[in-house]
Antibody, heavy 126, light 110 residues
Framework: EVQLLESGGGLVQPGGSLRLSCAASGFTFSSYAMNWVRQAPGKGLEWVSGISGSVSGISVSDTSTYYADSVKGRFTISRDNSKNMLYLQMNSLRAEDTALYYC????????????WGQGTQVTVSS | QSALTQPRSVSGSPGQSVTISCTGTSSDVGGYNYVSWYQQHPGKAPKLMIYDVSKRPSGVPDRFSGSKSGNTASLTISGLQAEDETDYYCCSYAGSYTYVFGTGTKVTVL
């Protein structure tokens, strides 16, 4: 069974930083694209960032990263295929980044998200 | 990267059909056959219901179906059941490995 477990959320001041983690299990992690999707309180879903799978296996040297305009230059997605972990480094955080952040498995040759983790809450406030 | 437009809410009686529209542009919905739909119950993670416009993952009831015409995709729920009452989101590939979600629709079973 595929499982995704996010962690690392919390309360941070505007301008601060936070690193989210997503522990994956139940599938060949290195082969699949992974994504972060967020949901502000009472609002809809917003795709934040994605990272491609690794053709060469454990190495991440051949992966590519993608970002929504709203976070480009502030957020950095990365993966550690040896640990089956996905990360999102969030810098220069703003109040509008307050949301529940979901980790979602992408596809090798496809464009949908399945499954999703349960999310980790990020609150940016002074 | 503007959000796709969905109706805020739709409703129907048990057993009836409801259709949720999802309108984008030629740069997203109209440009690719990569529309997916997600069901989200309160406090829960989204669940994939439809992918590639009209394909249904295993385990999703065949009451759920998807289609697309031009820049508008649609999700139809036939034989509406009480457990279908919740929020639904569409999502489209928007090129360069980016994605855009819809604004979300609340389905109410009368």
């Amino acid at each position: 069974e595929v499982q995704l477990l996010e962690s690392g959320g919390g309360l941070v001041q505007p301008g601060g930083s936070l690193r989210l983690s997503c522990a994956a299990s139940g599938f060949t992690f290195s082969s699949y694209a992974m994504n972060w999707v967020r949901q502000a309180p009472g609002k809809g879903l917003e795709w934040v960032s994605g990272i491609s799978g690794s053709v060469s296996g454990i190495s991440v040297s051949d992966t590519s990263t993608y970002y929504a305009d709203s976070v480009k230059g502030r957020f950095t997605i990365s993966r550690d295929n040896s640990k089956n972990m996905l990360y999102l480094q969030m810098n220069s955080l703003r109040a509008e980044d307050t949301a529940l952040y979901y980790c979602a498995k992408g596809q090798w040759l496809g464009h949908w998200f399945d499954p999703w983790g349960q999310g980790t809450q990020v609150t940016v406030s002074s | 990267q503007s959000a796709l437009t969905q109706p805020r809410s739709v409703s129907g009686s048990p057993g009836q059909s409801v259709t949720i529209s999802c309108t984008g542009t030629s740069s997203d919905v109209g440009g690719y056959n990569y529309v997916s739909w997600y069901q989200q119950h309160p406090g829960k993670a989204p669940k994939l219901m439809i992918y590639d416009v009209s394909k249904r993952p295993s385990g999703v009831p065949d009451r759920f179906s998807g289609s697309k015409s031009g820049n508008t995709a649609s999700l139809t729920i036939s034989g509406l059941q009480a457990e279908d009452e919740t929020d639904y989101y569409c999502c489209s590939y928007a090129g360069s490995y980016t994605y855009v979600f819809g604004t979300g629709t609340k389905v109410t079973v009368l």
